[in-house]
């Protein structure tokens, strides 16, 4: 008998401009599994709300990273691929876990620490977003969330809520899931400063990130500016001085997949910190340009475009929408009669 197959769920905001930290980190992983798992993989439009959005924008974007993730190799043949507000299961659910999540555990989550004290006005989704992504996890019972380092606070939350709810109601109704962090490119870093993740808030700023659409001019110039250190050693360290290195090294390796021991013969040779730069941006352009290919052929064909994100979306609210009515139903809420 085939054993049965891992759930996985994950999801990413359609705001900011994907970069190579999410596709490191999360969406070149999930593209890799597919054949072995039962996928949901959501565009999260509802936690991109946490933040202030322009409303033509949000919509263009969602769009845009709906082609990228299938320019990625999502094969929605293999996984169900659609965007949050299209089942209504998220945002209903999410109320029903808030009566539940004590309001501490919010106030505790670095990520909301961190957004929070660079705003003026803090909205309450944003405090709320965790919740939010509880709910997206466990509505599917899910075993596996495939994410970046940054996010496992956040599916370590989402086990407290799944938990607390099972121990409240006194029955296994969630499954428990478990954060799934890869080996390599958990945490890319900023290469104008390394000291800080790659991030879609700074993407904007010249030579921080390298945007999955970026042009191959434009990512060896941002290469060949990544902050480095004054030595010339290549090699994988933990040591704060060589984090620029570090993370060049990690990006090559994260992309081409060989060992560190493999990575380092491929640069027994270089001369020197601009020897690395080139060839880190080479594997990168070499990654990309295919995926650049795709995704302007999809963004060619909005209707089909679409119509596979309306075939996600009934998958998806076949499984999250009933869980949710059931969970009414186990909280003492009336269902409304079937007509
Ligand atoms: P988001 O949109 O910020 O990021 C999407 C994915 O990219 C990973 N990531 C990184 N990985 C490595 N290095 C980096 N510099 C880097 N930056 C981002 C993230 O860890 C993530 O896996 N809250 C989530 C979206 C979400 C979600 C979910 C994820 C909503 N519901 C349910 C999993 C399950 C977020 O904002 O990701």
Same mark, same amino acid.
């Given at each position: 008998m085939e054993p049965t197959k891992k759930r996985v769920f994950s999801g990413i905001q359609p705001t900011g401009n994907i970069h190579l930290g999410n596709y490191l980190g999360a969406v070149k992983n999930w593209a890799a599994k597919q054949d072995e798992k039962i996928n949901y993989f959501c565009i999260v439009d509802l936690h991109s709300l946490t933040v202030p959005q322009d409303p033509a924008d949000l919509r263009f974007q969602t769009r845009s990273l709906a082609a990228m993730l299938l320019?990625?190799?999502?094969?929605?043949?293999?996984? /169900?691929? +659609?965007?949050?507000s299209h089942v209504?299961?998220?945002?209903?659910?999410?109320? @029903? $876990?808030?009566?539940?999540?004590?309001?501490?555990?919010?106030?505790?989550? /670095?990520? +909301?620490?961190?957004?929070?004290?660079?705003?003026?006005?803090?909205?309450?989704? @944003? $405090?709320?977003?965790?919740?939010?992504?509880?709910?997206?996890?466990?509505?599917?019972?899910?075993n596996e969330v495939p994410v970046g380092e940054d996010q496992k606070q956040h599916v370590e939350l989402a086990r407290d809520i799944a938990q607390r709810f099972n121990s409240l109601y006194e029955q296994e109704f969630f499954v428990i899931p478990e954060p799934v962090i890869p080996e390599a490119g958990a945490r890319v870093m900023g290469l104008d400063d390394p000291t800080v993740k790659m991030s879609k808030s700074l993407a904007h700023v010249r030579g921080h990130a390298i945007r999955l659409l970026d042009d191959p001019k434009e990512i060896e110039r941002s290469f060949k500016r990544a902050v480095t250190d004054s030595g010339n050693e290549i090699v994988f360290s933990d040591d704060p001085e060589k984090a620029g290195v570090n993370n060049l090294l990690g990006i090559y390796k994260a992309i081409t997949g060989k060992s560190e021991a493999e990575v380092l013969a491929d640069f027994a040779d270089a001369r020197g910190y601009g020897d690395l730069k080139k060839r880190v941006a080479a594997v990168t352009i070499e990654a990309l340009l295919p995926i650049q290919a795709r995704y302007q052929q999809l963004m060619a064909d909005p209707a089909e475009l679409d119509r596979l994100l309306a075939i996600g979306a009934e998958q998806a609210a076949a499984v999250a929408n009933p869980k949710v009515d059931q969970m009414k139903e186990i909280m003492g809420l009336v269902l409304p009669q079937q007509k």
């Open positions: 320019a990625c190799g999502i094969d929605p043949a293999k996984s /169900t691929l +659609f965007i949050q209504r299961a998220h945002a209903e659910g999410c109320w @029903l $876990l808030n009566c539940i999540t004590p309001l501490g555990w919010l106030q505790r989550m /670095t990520q +909301f620490k961190d957004k929070s004290a660079k705003q003026e006005s803090v909205l309450t989704g @944003l $405090l709320d977003y965790p919740v939010l992504m509880a709910g997206d996890i466990i509505f599917y019972d899910a």
